[in-house]
């Protein structure tokens, strides 16, 4: 048995030297010192030999194996070495070559608009105030001048959940109410921005969510001219120095009086073009002094104080000051779209 243990040493050493990959050497191992090897299943046979033979037989196995594994690591680490030699030589890179560039993120376009609108605001002392976007009936339409089955409620249309007291907000008022309650009785200088949401179909001109930014005022000797001196100011810096700006009178149930807001087209300077249908006007927004009920149901007392409101929207903005006709562009993760910003 020890002559038949030389000969497969020997045998392994000699293909072992011929071995150019490693997946022949994988099988090697396998074949010869694997634990179902030829060596392995040899040395197991030692209980086959007389009892004074086996020690000497055992030392010289325990050698002749040994010898084998650091032929097999030493042949390891040289056909690892040669293929990382080849791969390099045959995938070699032209390092002199440039670089591919690596595309940069960018502010989405509503960000964008948002970002300028609450910089405006916030050099004209308003704060930002964050409300929820889930609300309830009650915030949502009946502390607003909201009356259930008031007519008024079918211009937006409402996404509810489960339960019909609660729904997804259809515009950023409600956080009026939250304000008040919250700053009362202190003056209120704040801006609502945040996403609403209407069931509403999907067109070029309409989304079943959006931005709005919502503002409010409230304080003793609010006045309308308050309100329209703050909104030329705004519209202004927006829209550049001098631009003309009107005011038509309109109604919200949450305002009285209320009025919608327009500015002068920049595009044709008020000659009429398609941007503005041909009457010289784009809307912004909209606005009014607070209606009574609304301070009242706010904390305050219409009697002692008042104020104004306003809300406008970031994408419509957008889409006026860079001539863009529809407003599903905005979600439409198009990079086409997105990166002209």
């Known amino acids: 048995m020890l002559d038949q243990l030389e000969t497969l040493t020997e045998t392994a050493q000699a293909q072992l030297a011929q071995l150019e990959s490693g997946d022949a050497l ?3 191992h396998g074949h010869y010192i694997g634990r179902k090897g030829e060596l392995t299943q040899l040395l197991r046979r030692v209980s086959e030999l007389p009892p004074a033979q086996r020690p000497t037989f055992g030392q010289r196995a325990n050698q002749l194996k040994q010898a084998l594994e650091a032929a097999y690591e030493q042949k390891a680490s040289a056909i690892k070495a040669a293929e990382l030699e080849k791969s390099l030589t ?11 560039p690596v595309s940069r993120g960018r502010l989405h376009p509503s ?6 609108i609450y910089q405006i605001w916030a050099e004209m002392g308003f704060q930002i105030y964050r409300s929820r976007d889930v609300e309830t009936d009650e915030m949502n339409f009946q502390l607003l001048n909201f009356p259930p089955h008031h007519p008024a409620r079918e211009m937006q249309d409402t996404f509810y ?3 019909p007291d609660v729904l997804l907000r259809t515009h950023t008022s409600p956080g009026q109410i939250r304000a008040m309650r919250d700053f009362y009785p202190e003056p209120i200088r704040v801006i609502l921005p945040g996403m609403c949401y209407r069931n509403e179909q999907i067109t070029a001109r309409s989304e079943i969510q959006f931005h709005q930014v919502e503002g409010l005022a409230v304080g003793p000797n609010i006045r309308f001219s308050d309100l329209k001196g703050t909104l030329i100011n705004f519209a202004r810096r927006l829209y550049g120095e001098g631009r003309p700006v009107r005011f038509r009178a309109s109604h919200f149930p949450f305002t009285e009086p209320s009025a919608e807001v327009d500015v002068q087209c920049f595009l044709c300077d008020g000659k009429g073009c398609r941007l503005c249908k041909y009457t010289g006007w784009l809307e912004i927004c909209g606005c009014g002094m607070v209606h009574p009920t609304v301070l009242r149901n706010g904390g305050y007392d219409p009697e002692k104080v008042s104020g104004f409101a306003f809300g406008m929207g970031p994408e419509r903005i957008t889409m006026l000051r ?12 198009d990079l086409r779209f997105l990166e002209q910003f």
């Open 322 to 333: 860079h001539g863009i006709e529809d407003i599903r562009y905005f979600w439409g993760n």
């Open 111 to 116: 960000n964008q608009t948002l970002r300028r």
């Open 26 to 28: 994988a099988a090697w």
């Open 161 to 163: 959940t489960t339960n």
């Open 90 to 100: 045959e995938g070699s890179l032209d390092v002199t070559l440039p670089g591919r």
